[in-house]
């Protein structure tokens, strides 16, 4: 059993009076300690994808497994401490809190749970998880005063500061230079190896979808590969940038 | 310090523009409320002192009318002719008020007006109208405690009021002097207010027949019927009653002159009660029931005119009785009735003037008063010093009224604006909402981080609002600004703006700002509740 699983997952969103199906029955399971990226073009549904592995969204139809939990009939306040103990978040966008310091952003949802940490202990995991995005001389700095990459590194940080089983990363690098998106994903690869956390990131990107050692290629709400690194010879060797992205 | 107050303050400091529109709005309520409340509290400060000290002490016991509420002044009746009640079983009353051990002091009296005429044989000075109705006197009188209350009676009035006064005095009659007289228990009412100083002659003393009047007024009075006059001089009173006219040559006792300046009108004489009560009407007659013979009741009791000078009446009054000179010289020397209207009820009180041990034991003493009389029966009514002050005393509630309809006014527009505000705030935070939604804050969370917000914003900015108008009362106190003229004086309470800030007008304010702040809050917090963390993702 996987750490997640999709069972024949539809959604459909309404349009004024007509319903657009974004997922069209979607399939797969991710293990734990998955580096997997969820590739496709614009529209392929990789964001709802994401959103409903990431609880924010429900299918309309079809089975969400988190931990071998069937998560559509949890409710709101279940759904909130799934996320927060469950999961970790990477946006594209970095949604880093405005008002507070690098520090303060990655301490923030330690703040939001129920479990208290002691203080030392938890100063020196968020400085460890500071160090490893190397933002030490930075993290009494506001995320208006950082580059977008070292922004997204605060998020990185952020995302892994309860510990989550999962981190879910949507398009980490579509605000970013090539350089700096690499660098990310990069240093996401390291954390996974390190921390054994599942990350599970999309992408339209062919050099990113190459780090990914797990690839789920959609195109219209469909799933057209579900391939592995050295798993199955067909369809682990990944075809260069252009069928990578499906594009 | 929690996030969300981490948060909340950083959030103020960084949104500067908006924080100082709601924080203005808020800084100008609180400024306002407590600036307001402070005049008001001047006033009915300095209103109440006056009337406590003077005139009604700490709790005032009265008769009940059903004509309307009974105060120091009569009744409040509409037309104002309505007789006013007298205090049922006063001795009882009076012993129960007494044996109170909250009650230091208690005395009873009553109030009438009159008119100071030239002679007893002399026409009175009227205008070409002829006879001043009760009401006209009434007015008069109460105008004149008007302008002379609570302070400062000696102060020059501004050419406007002076002119109001000289309107009113001119259209009633250019010569007249009116008196508003307090009917005094001799034994013990000095006993009970000591707001006036002797200036010549001596108190009234229990049993003595006279009136004590203001020295200065003396004088006006001296000069309005044209001859000098001084203590052992007489003067012709005119007072009217639902019993109508009496005339009463008083002697005059005493002067006095106000310990506190210009704390009581200068036309209030203090005069022995029982030349009150038949002035007033309370007199034994009063209570006399007059019975008609039954020809007489059916005569009253036509409802066609006509029949009054129907041929039955006049034929059976010309053929069976005729005219009996020796039976209407018999009537008319029968002056029983007379004497009866002119009798004095010796045990009619009008009211109770209480002094307790305590200002504070006021209102404990009503209570108990109250239910003494109702468990008794007794026609009787307690109540403090604004019951007593009648129209004056609720002068003050109807000002701080309109003030407070003014300030809500207020509130609700700074909820409109302050609600607006938030809500813009709300929508451009989005995407920072659902990012705290997404990564796990329950609803309190962000509940708790608007309300945060909000308080934040109102606690600072109303306490600055009341801190600056504490500052502009102060200044105000240092200036002595003076009053300028008789509203304002009575307005705020004495000769000079004395405005005071309370504590309960300093933390209300701030609380019912901060009571604004977070309702405001609330429709933009629901707006946040409904972000859903999927907006995190739709973020730029």
Known sequence: MGIVELKDVHKVYPLGKVEVAAVKGVSFAIEKGDFIS???????????????????????????????????????????????????????????????????????PLLLGKTRIEKSEKEEWINWLIQEVGLTEWKAHKPNELSGGQRQRVAIARALVTKPYIVLADEPTANLDSATGEQIIE???????????????????????????????????????????????????????DSATGE | MPVTLKIAFRNIKEHKSKSLIVGILLAVGAFVVVLGNSFIDASKSGIRSSFTDNYTGDVFVSGISEDGDVSLFGVMSPGGMASTPTIPDYEKTLAMITS????????????????????????????????????????????????????????????????DKKDIREKISPNMRFLFLFGIDASNYWDVFNAVELTAG??????????????????MISKSIGRPLKVGDTIVIQGMSSMGFKLREVPIVGTYRQRGEGTMPEQLAFIDINTLRVMAGMTVGASETIKLSEENTNMLSTENPDDLFGGDLLATSSTTTGFDESKIQAQLADKS??????????????????????????????????????????????????????????????????FTVAVAILFIVAIII?????????????????????????????????AAESLTLSLVFSSAGALLATLVVLVIRLLRIPAGNMFFEVLFGGKYLSPFVTPVNFLGTILAMSLVGFLAHLYPLSIALKIEPVKAMQSE
């Open chain 2, 202 to 219: 001596s108190r009234l003393q229990p049993g003595q027949v006279g009136i004590i009047i203001y020295d200065k007024f003396l004088d």
């Open chain 2, 337 to 402: 009735a007379s004497i009866k209207a002119n009798e004095a009820d010796t045990g009619a009180w009008q009211y109770i003037v209480i002094r307790t041990k305590q200002p504070s034991d006021s209102k404990r003493v009503i209570k108990e008063l109250n239910e003494y009389f109702g468990k008794e029966k007794i026609a009787a009514v307690a109540g403090d010093w604004q019951k007593a002050a009648g129209p004056y005393g609720q002068s003050v509630d109807v000002l701080r009224i309109v």
């Open chain 1, 187 to 241: 240093l996401m690869k390291k954390i996974n190896r390190e921390l054994q956390t599942t990350f599970i990131f999309s992408t339209h990107d062919a050099k990113i979808v190459a780090i990914a050692d797990h690839i789920i290629r959609l195109r219209d709400g469909l799933v057209i590969e579900d391939s592995r690194r050295g798993a199955d010879p067909t369809q682990a060797e990944y075809a260069g940038a």
């Open chain 2, 418 to 450: 302050i609600m607006n505000t938030f809500v813009i705030s709300v929508v451009e935070r989005t995407g920072e909402i659902g990012t705290m939604r997404a990564m796990g804050a329950d609803k309190s969370f962000v509940r708790k981080l608007f």
């Open chain 2, 100 to 163: 109170s051990p909250s009650v230091a002091k208690a005395t009873g009296m009553a109030t009438g007006y009159a008119i100071v005429t030239k002679e007893a044989n002399e026409e009175t000075s009227q205008d070409s109208s002829g006879i001043l109705s009760q009401a006209d006197v009434k007015a008069a009188s109460r105008q004149s405690v008007t302008e002379s209350t609570p302070e400062n009676s000696q102060s020059q009035p501004t050419p406007g009021a002076k002119e």
């Open chain 1, 38 to 108: 969820i590739a496709g073009p614009s529209g392929a549904g990789k964001s709802t994808i994401l959103n409903m592995i990431g609880l924010i969204d429900k299918p309309s139809s079809g089975e969400v497994l988190i931990d071998g939990k069937e998560t559509s009939g949890l409710s709101d306040k279940e759904l909130t401490r799934f996320r927060h103990e469950v999961l970790g978040f990477v946006f594209q966008s970095f949604n880093l809190i405005p008002v507070l310091n690098v520090w303060e952003n990655i301490e923030f």
